[in-house]
């Protein structure tokens, strides 16, 4: 089957997909096929650069739709207009996330640390629970949750918070896969580890070059490595794979 069809009548919502790995995600679900819904916060220029970069790509149909995913009310809002857009969403990808700073827990507030589980784990759980009924209604499913290597190892200082709040979504995504298997839905995650993406410019470029020389392949891995797992995962050909966890860190991380 050609690339280009793969997806074919297919909808899919991308959260925070105005950029970096949520970006290439959305380019590369609608160059499959499917319709995409581009989801932003706040980056509303990105969004369209994202819209325009599907157009270049010759992808199908796109949208852009704000919304916080950290706010339940929103996520609500969000998935009212996918649905009176194009009715449904078939493909949920749960992108949106932040490191909130990079603070140690010691020093970290209660609204800090609050903020950061909003962001990574109650936004995957909001659209996870918005999204069911859906497609248990319609006896198909396909959810992938964004993770870390970091829930595994806890990550560099200063991101303890992150990297629980990954961990968790990690299990979620386990419980929700036993949960709606028997409904058509599967459900499965993506462990990205160092990746060429924006929030590394703060990094000093000597620290980077030392945390990238631990990787065994010897590079940072690009958003387009992270993509790739995840169009495996809406696809036909994962069809019985459900409760996984896909570690694209170019052997950082390994069991």
Known sequence: MRPAAQLADRVALVTGASTGIGRRIAIDLARSGASVIVNYRENSDGARDTLA???????????????DVAVSAQVERLF????????????????????????????????????VLRNNLYGTFYCCRRALPGMTERGFGRIVNISTSAARGGGNPGIGAYAAAKAAV??????????????GITVNAVSPGVISTRIHEATAPDVFQNIVAKIPVGKAGSPADVSAAVLFLAGNAAAYVTGETIEVNGGLVMD
Request: hydrophobic fraction near 50%; avoid cysteine.
């Open 53 to 67: 970069a599907i157009a270049e790509a010759g992808g199908g149909d796109a949208i852009a739709l704000q919304a």
């Open 80 to 115: 009212a207009a996918a649905e009176e857009a194009y009715a449904r969403p078939d493909i949920l990808v749960n992108n949106a996330g932040t490191l909130g700073g990079r603070v140690a827990l010691a020093e970290m507030s209660d609204e800090q640390f609050d903020a």
């Open 170 to 183: 990690s299990t979620l995504t386990r419980s929700l896969a036993k949960e709606v298997a028997r409904q």
